[in-house]
């Protein structure tokens, strides 16, 4: 599943390839994820520029002009492809056909990606964009694993299940720690450990995709890499599960109970 950095890039590089244009066909292939008809979402967006494309939490949105927003969640194995020929890419769920002849498509070969038509505006704060203070007041005194509270899209928006044990490795704490035990001096480095690990992480991203859609980059992953058998620290990977999702952590990693 796409996460914070991967979307943060996908966002950049629609913005620097299709900004400004003029939505001239919007092929919709699969329509039972959006929340309105396929012919409601066509008259919405044909013909309307593309103001800017940007990522909220999980999902893109792609603002329009006359204040038209589609916001797109990938899901599970949702992805966004450049379109160089006239044939619609295979699962394509929708198809974006811009003035000039430059296309991308949503696809998903699980049919679960889902477009939104104009969503609603959620409070919850990003994970790049939260002060220490909400960090600091949501773990005290819950009894929540930590790595669960950190991908809770409910609470802080953007990590998943991948780089919340990259966050966490990074930090030191296990991934099992009961978020309400963790002391002050650990919570300021977990919270530090967000920003670090994101902005390389998109850093990396970035430079790889250049101006193009590659797809979920996790090469560089230091511990959520199932080919790594161990750190570059030497330290063996372990496997676990937390709420079903695998988990990837080593018994360095300081647990607070």
């Known amino acids: 599943m796409a996460e914070l950095p991967d979307l943060t890039v996908f966002a950049q590089i629609l913005s620097r390839r299709f900004k400004g244009k003029t939505l001239e066909t919007l092929e919709v292939s699969i329509a039972k994820k959006i929340n309105v008809t396929a012919k409601e979402l066509k008259k919405a967006l044909e013909g309307r520029q593309l103001i800017n494309v940007d990522r909220v939490g999980k999902t893109l949105q792609l603002s329009f002009s006359g204040s038209q927003v589609l916001g797109l969640h990938l899901m599970l194995r949702g992805e966004l492809v450049l379109i160089d020929q006239d044939e619609p890419p295979r699962f394509q769920i929708l198809g974006f056909h811009f003035e000039g002849g430059e296309a991308f498509a949503l696809i998903d070969m699980q049919k679960q990606a889902t477009p939104t038509l104009n969503p609603e505006k959620v409070e919850v704060p990003d994970a790049l964009d939260m002060d220490i203070d909400y960090f600091r007041a949501l773990l005290a005194k819950k009894r929540t694993v930590i790595k669960t509270l950190l991908m809770d899209q409910h609470k802080i928006r953007g990590i998943g299940n991948s780089y919340s044990d990259e966050i966490l490795y990074h930090a030191g704490i296990s991934p099992f720690s009961i978020a309400g035990a963790i002391p002050e001096k650990a919570i300021k480095k977990l919270f530090k450990s967000i920003s670090t690990v994101l902005d390389k992480a998109i850093k990396e991203i970035s430079e790889e995709n250049g101006n193009e859609l590659r797809g979920e980059l996790r090469d560089f992953m230091v511990i959520h890499n199932p ?25 360095k990693q300081e647990l607070f109970e």
């Open 227 to 251: 080919e790594l058998k161990e750190t570059s620290k030497g330290e063996k990977i372990q496997t676990g599960k937390i709420g079903g999702r695998k988990t990837y952590y080593t018994d």
